[in-house]
């Protein structure tokens, strides 16, 4: 029996009615409750139905009733796929919301969740209106935005948003505002918590962007943009105000981007924030990158490296001099690599130089310098300086010009290893990139060590995954891209009768968690050194190193795939 059965039965819901009803609710794909309420079906009576049906309590909840405190409890997002949220704690016992008593793995995620809080479970049935509203608090990062927000739009209307930044800033400029008061302002407490939110969501980006009728917060992890609140337009002014008063940038510049950094220690941890501005129509847009300097450096294996590319890695890391170049778009995980490579180092026997921007991670036994383009202090005149260090190893974050690309070169041909990334599409493209730029091919082809090409993909969670078998389409295209391999790297295979995808669960609601990079190492061989100095083109380099056993960024995803390290989705973007 069908709680609808007992709306028929009361007599508050004709058979046919019924009939057209969920027919409406498959066709636009919604729930058949939506559809209900819609069709003038009280919720008094569904709630009633529903939990004659289960035998569960009803309860109401008054919109702004749950904390985000209590909100905390269960993650967002298995929230929204199970459709269960929590109430409150009463008596020592955790309330919470559910919508479809029917429903055996909300029930089992709940009960998954509810064991690690070590708290017993009472469970209510709530309705869809009540459910959603208590969501919202979740998009809207619950309370404690809530309250600040009440605060700032009270002092907005009495004062404009424009004026109420000014005065801020004229306050912190005199000097004479208490430390305490500025601390408590709404507009601060607004910016501290989208901070911490996204701090503790993994975010790695925060994106800040006005349209015509609201603010728009959304949180980059592992590579997506997600919404994760959205503000009143009239506050976009003072929020922007506020960050750039944290990075000094200049509160009445609003006609051309600006860049600046601050720090803020957040739950003990030391973080730094890189923002960058952007004039648009509707308002200055803000991103924010987040550098959590204490999450420590990731190793090689980490990364995803495989034991084939990680014998190159090491065997040229290892060489006295020479360059070492890694290459991939933006937000592939370049300097994250270039880090790894670092800590390989005998960074006590050798004197180890970097030249960033910015300094993503402190390590111990390198001499890291921050480049500051804005006082001339820019990479190539940074390099300069670090050749009269007596440097062993270089690391340079980036070869942008011929000028740095110049010197880099000259310090591999000096007896220095030099380490650095360049941007191109994959490792075969460095050489012609680097002849472009106007390196001499005579000076390439002594000097380049290795070219790493890499992206970033994400990863499915181990204990939330299943197979799938391959067949069809999908198994000719494997096929035909394994029969392309390498014969080397196709004898590593593992099986390829299925693979894998994730799915959701309890602690990892959309099956994936974390990103993996998938690789490719073009090193130098005598082969490479004469195509290089005859200016062979980017194909013909690739089809020397295909000769030569390379598995390309694809394949390597390929094999990743098979292992159950990512699935076909992410395979087929590479």
């Known amino acids: 029996m069908r709680f609808t059965d007992i709306l028929v039965k009361k007599g508050a819901l004709s058979q046919d009615k019924l009939a057209s009803i969920i027919a409406k609710a498959e066709e636009k794909d919604i729930s058949i409750e939506k559809v209900l309420r819609a ?142 008061i500025v601390e408590d302002a709404p507009v601060t407490k607004i910016v501290a918590v989208i901070l911490r939110h996204a701090l503790e969501g993994n975010a790695s980006d925060i994106h800040i962007e006005a349209t015509p009728d609201k603010v728009k917060i959304r949180f980059r992890v592992d590579g997506i943009l997600y919404t994760s609140i959205v503000l009143p337009a009239n506050i976009h002014e003072a929020i922007v105000s506020r960050i750039k008063i944290l990075t000094n940038m200049k509160i009445d510049e609003k006609r051309k981007p600006q860049d600046g950094r601050f720090e803020a220690r957040i739950e003990g941890r030391d973080i730094d924030f890189r923002v960058s501005t952007f004039p648009s129509f509707f308002g200055e847009k803000v991103v924010i990158r987040i550098l959590d300097r204490e999450k420590g450096v990731k190793s090689l294996e980490e990364l995803g490296f495989s034991p084939d590319h990680l014998k190159v890695v090491r065997e040229m890391v290892a060489r006295p001099y020479g360059l070492i170049l890694l290459t991939g778009p933006t937000g592939s995980g370049k300097t994250t690599s270039l880090y790894a490579m670092l800590e390989e180092l005998d960074r006590e026997a050798n004197n180890v130089v970097s030249l960033e921007d910015p300094i993503e991670y402190n390590i111990e036994g390198i001499s890291q310098s921050q480049v500051r383009p804005e006082i001339g202090y820019d990479f190539a005149n940074g390099l300069r300086s670090i050749l009269r260090q007596d440097p062993d190893m270089i690391m340079v974050g980036e070869i942008r010009d011929k000028e740095t690309a110049a010197l880099a070169i000259h310090a591999a041909l000096t007896g220095h290893l030099v380490f650095s990334t360049l941007h191109t599409n994959n490792a075969a ?132 795939m098979f292992n159950g390290n990512i699935g076909f989705e992410e395979f087929i973007k590479l």
Not at 79 to 106: C, M, N, Q, T, W
């Open 39 to 180: 069709e003038g079906i009280s919720e008094e009576n569904i709630l009633n139905a529903k939990a004659e049906l289960s035998g569960l309590a009803v309860k109401r909840v008054l919109k702004g009733q749950v904390p985000f405190e209590m909100l905390k409890k269960i993650p967002e997002e298995a929230a929204r796929h199970y459709r269960f949220v929590p109430l409150g704690i009463k008596d020592g016992y955790l309330e919470v919301g559910i919508i479809d008593p029917s429903d055996i793995e909300a029930k089992r995620a709940l009960q998954f969740i509810i064991s690690r809080m070590n708290l017993p479970l009472k469970t209510y049935l709530i309705t869809e209106a009540d459910f959603d509203s208590i969501v919202e608090g979740y998009k809207g990062l619950g309370g404690e935005v809530s309250k600040a927000l009440g605060d700032l739009e009270m002092e907005l209307s009495e004062m404009g948003s424009a004026a109420a930044a000014a005065a801020m800033q004229k306050e912190l400029a005199n000097g004479d505002t208490d430390a305490k």
């Open 429 to 560: 493209g460095v050489v012609p990139r680097l002849m472009d730029m106007g390196v001499d091919p005579f000076l390439i082809a002594p000097t380049l060590l290795m070219v790493i090409g890499q992206r970033l993909v994400k990863r499915i969670c181990s204990d939330s995954r299943k197979e799938i078998p391959l067949s069809g389409a999908f198994l000719e295209m494997v096929q035909k891209e394994i029969k392309e391999m390498p014969e080397e790297a196709r004898k590593k295979l593992p099986s390829f009768d299925k693979i894998f995808e994730g799915v959701s669960s309890p602690i990892c609601p959309r099956g994936t968690r974390g990103r993996i990079g998938v690789f490719e190492v073009l090193y130098r061989t005598s082969e490479l050194e004469t195509a290089i100095l005859n200016r062979a083109s980017e194909q013909e380099i690739l089809r020397l190193a295909r000769r030569q056993g390379m598995v390309t960024m694809r394949e390597d995803g390929l094999i990743k």
